[in-house]
């Protein structure tokens, strides 16, 4: 049996559950269903003027881009795309273009296509000099890297809570910085409201929200099918902890890429613990595939690269699957 307090307290719980993995309070967390609805949320509540600029990677993933282009048109601002020197690392990359013309730095913890790393605490750093914005998309590090906002002060970060929390798909999470928590959401549904407990009085229409982020919150975010799993891999991740995960993970990948490297394949670095990308042309790359899958080794194709994200459930058994895979498709050679 549904309860009227059951609308809130598993809701509050997953909060709190994911404010502690990022050194955050519960009352920074808004509850979401992807990162287009945090990205989007953040650039609702941004601000910009002609002549400034917002940077994003090259291969950025979609979804921020898009919401970065819309929020160009209607400020006058102009998106930058931020390119990787050959050797040289996405860190440099956006300091070196990061100055007081920038109005928002939308980065990840590590890129989505092969886990190279964006070194977070000095561009936050020349972000708060340049008196830019900083959002993160964590989509893929949070649960498996440390990130901590209070050293890193950002305006928003953004995750979905599959991927490296574990969780169901739609249900998220979005970091609001306390400065902005008195902003605009993106939709107006009756649970962010103020009092929305008293079920008796919730046609007594209120204008103020609920105090925090919450005012952030997606619709139907109480989620009761899919809110216990979420709450469950949470519990998981912290029970494991993230700096544990961070260090067994980064072991596997570490003999992956060595392995590779071995066979003449070039992985880029410096990267995340967790991921690695295998770079080969494209006619290399498919065929490589092929053997892949024939050996029941599932990797991700993501631009020019082969994603491969093991996780703690990755046996010994299933990196060498891969490692042979590897070595006996003629692509290497």
């Known amino acids: 049996m549904i309860t009227a307090s059951d609308w809130f307290t598993a809701a509050e719980q997953r909060r709190a559950l994911f404010a502690r ?13 992807a990162t287009s609805y945090g990205i989007a949320t953040a650039a609702a509540n941004l601000h910009g003027r002609p002549g400034q600029r917002v940077l994003v990677l090259a291969e950025e993933y979609p979804s921020g881009v898009y919401t970065w282009r819309r ?21 440099d990359a956006v300091l070196q273009d990061l100055d007081e013309t920038v109005a928002v730095v939308s ?4 890129h989505w296509t092969d886990g190279t790393l964006i070194d977070l605490p000095p561009i936050a750093q020349a972000a708060h000099d340049a008196g830019a914005a900083l959002v993160i998309d964590a989509s893929q590090s949070v649960g498996a890297m440390p990130l901590d906002v209070t050293a890193l002060r950002p305006e928003f970060v953004v995750t ?18 306390p400065a902005r928590q008195n902003g605009r959401p993106l939709e107006e549904n009756w649970i962010v409201r103020e009092d929305a407990q008293d079920f008796a009085r ?10 925090g982020a919450r005012r952030f919150d997606m619709g139907q975010r109480t989620a009761f099918e899919l809110t216990p799993m979420a709450i469950a891999a949470l519990e998981q991740v912290a029970d494991w902890t993230v700096p ?7 072991v596997v990948t570490g003999r992956i890429a060595e392995a590779a490297r071995g066979l003449g394949l070039h992985v880029p670095e410096p990267r995340g613990p967790h991921m690695l990308g295998i770079e080969m ?20 194709a993501r631009g020019a690269v082969l994603r491969i994200s093991p996780h703690l459930h990755t046996t010994d058994r299933d990196i060498e ?3 042979q895979a590897l070595a006996t498709d003629p692509s290497h050679a």
Not at 21 to 33: N, P
Not at 202 to 211: N, V
Not at 281 to 295: F, I
């Open 244 to 250: 544990s995960i961070a260090t067994t993970l980064e």
């Open 321 to 323: 699957r891969l490692l």
């Open 281 to 300: 042309p494209e006619y290399r790359r498919a065929r490589l595939l092929r053997t892949l899958s024939e050996a029941h080794v599932h990797v991700g």
């Open 21 to 33: 993995l990022i050194g955050a309070e519960a009352d920074d967390i808004a509850l979401i269903s």
């Open 202 to 211: 919730l046609a007594d229409y209120r204008d103020t929200y609920q105090h």
């Open 71 to 91: 929020f160009a048109a209607r400020t006058g601002t102009t998106v930058h795309t931020v390119h990787r020197e050959p050797g040289g690392t996405w860190t």
């Open 107 to 110: 980065v990840p913890q590590v």
């Open 160 to 177: 979905v809570g599959y991927k490296w929390l574990l969780g169901p798909f739609g249900l998220g999470y979005l970091y609001v910085a």
